[in-house]
Every structure is written in C-alpha cells, then in structure tokens.
C-alpha cells in the first residue's frame, strides 16, 4: 500500500505544558524514531510551544486542536495560521465533533478552515463522523458524505493529497463503545470512493483515513487491519505513554 500509516494523538483539554513534555518525553523513550508510521500529538494550544520544543529532532509531528480561518483581527479567543506556524505544527484537527456539537461549528465554517489551513502550508485532519440516532436510522453514509463533500468543497486535486479525513463515529468517542472492523471499513471505503468521485481514484488513493472512537491497543490491529483504514485519532489512549506507543507498534506491524 502507498499509505503510511497515521497515528495522531488528540490530547483535547488535558495537560498542562510541562505535563504535555512529559507525555512528549516518555513517547519519544518508546517509539524511538519512526520511519514506517506517521506520528503526530496535538495538545493544547498553550503547550505547543513547549511541546514543540520537546519534539525538535524527533520524527514525531506536531498538530493543532483547531484554528480560526481569519489572518488576524478582531477575534477574540481565536487562533491564526500564523500563530500556529510559530511552532512548525504540521496538522491541524477540524470539525471535531465536539467542536460541531459544543461550539456549534458547522460544515461552512470548517470548509473555510480547511483552505485556510492549506493554504498556509499545513494538513487538516478532518473529522466526520454520524451520531447514535443518525446510525440507528440508516443515515450514517447520509451524513458522512454531507460532511465530508462540503468539508472539502473548493478544494483541488494537488490540496487534496494532503489532507487526511478521520472517520469518528460520535457514539464511540470516549464511550469506550468502537466500531467493529467491518462498520469502520465500510464507512472508510464509502469516504474513499466520495474522494475518488470528486477527485480521481489516483488522488483518492494516497489520502489517510484514520479511524477515531475508542481506539485502543487491544482493538487497534483488528481495525488496522482493514484496507482503508490507515491510522487513528487517538483521544483517551493517547494520554498514556504506554497505550500510544503500543498504537504505534500496531500501525507498524499492520498489513
Ligand atoms: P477517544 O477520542 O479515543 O477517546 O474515543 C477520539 C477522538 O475524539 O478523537
């Protein structure tokens, strides 16, 4: 496969500075350097400076939680590309479902992020993902292509092979409560031919798609183990040393 695998953590609102070079140091002592497997963490926006720091000569990658689409002004509480680039952060998360759920952001605003992000030189990890009732009522697809079609809309070929999608079913985030292999490869293939739709098979095929909800070292090589699933966002397993790095042993040793 020409993909390399992905493992990124989202350290959401935990850690502190000195806690997130801790985790940083204690990750780096057990991965080592990392040529098979991409490795990203993305912790608070008031630990990438440090982290960024603790991540200099490491193969590990430094991403963002979110980023506001605007150069600068007034935005009171918003980041900026630039401030982002300060710290060589690599990827930025949008449309989590938290921030579509808690802070309202909808598929227009994370599409003007998405090219704000591009534009200014980094990956946007695009989370998409359908709730518990959206599921039980056979909309999971339904809302997966809407999220990911206008999540992308304007985007062209050449940007699109650097953005990688995460496939997050909203009911296996932090519930403990994964997909079964077979219900995560199916979404992912059906993202994958929504990509090949609007921007060939060619380009559809170097795009990640990680899986996210629940994602842990025990269910982890099963999930991998499908054809489009090509890492995972990590939230709770990524706050142990242990449990991320035994993640990244699984993408090394996938397929
Ligand atoms: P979880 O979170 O691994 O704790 O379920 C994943 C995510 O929200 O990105």
Request: aromatic share 8%; charged share 30%.
């Given at each position: 496969m020409s993909r390399k695998y992905f493992i990124a953590g989202n350290w959401k609102m935990n850690k502190t500075a000195a806690e997130a070079v801790a985790l940083i140091e204690s990750i780096k002592e057990q991965i080592g350097s990392q040529e098979k497997v991409e490795v990203a963490v993305c912790p608070t926006f008031t630990s990438l400076d440090a982290a960024s720091k603790a991540l200099k000569g490491s193969t590990m990658k430094l991403?963002?939680?979110?980023?506001?689409?605007?150069?600068?002004?007034?935005?009171?509480g918003e980041i900026s590309a630039d401030m982002l680039k300060q710290f060589d952060c690599s990827y930025v998360i949008l449309g989590h479902s938290e921030?579509?759920?808690?802070?309202?952001?909808?598929?227009?605003?994370?599409?003007?992020?998405?090219?704000?992000?591009?534009?200014?030189?980094?990956?946007?990890?695009?989370?998409?993902?359908?709730?518990?009732?959206?599921?039980?009522?056979?909309?999971?697809?339904?809302?997966?292509?809407?999220?990911?079609?206008?999540?992308?809309e304007g985007i062209s070929g050449a940007d699109a092979e650097k953005i990688v999608i995460a496939y997050e079913p909203v009911w296996a985030i932090g519930t403990g409560k994964t997909a079964t292999p077979a219900m995560a490869q199916e979404v992912h293939a059906a993202i994958r031919k929504i990509l090949a739709d609007a921007f060939g098979s060619e380009t559809a095929e170097k795009i990640q798609i990680l899986y996210g909800g629940s994602m842990k070292p025990e269910n982890a090589d099963a999930l991998l183990a499908e054809k489009d699933i090509d890492g995972g966002l990590i939230g709770g397993a990524a706050l142990k040393a242990d449990s991320f790095a035994a993640l990244v042993k699984s993408a090394e040793s996938a397929k």
């Open positions: 991403g963002a939680q979110n980023m506001y689409f605007e150069k600068s002004g007034a935005f009171t921030r579509r759920e808690y802070f309202k952001e909808c598929n227009c605003l994370i599409n003007k992020k998405v090219k704000a992000v591009l534009e200014n030189g980094m990956k946007p990890i695009l989370c998409v993902g359908e709730k518990l009732e959206e599921r039980e009522s056979g909309k999971t697809l339904d809302v997966v292509s809407e999220q990911t079609i206008k999540g992308l």
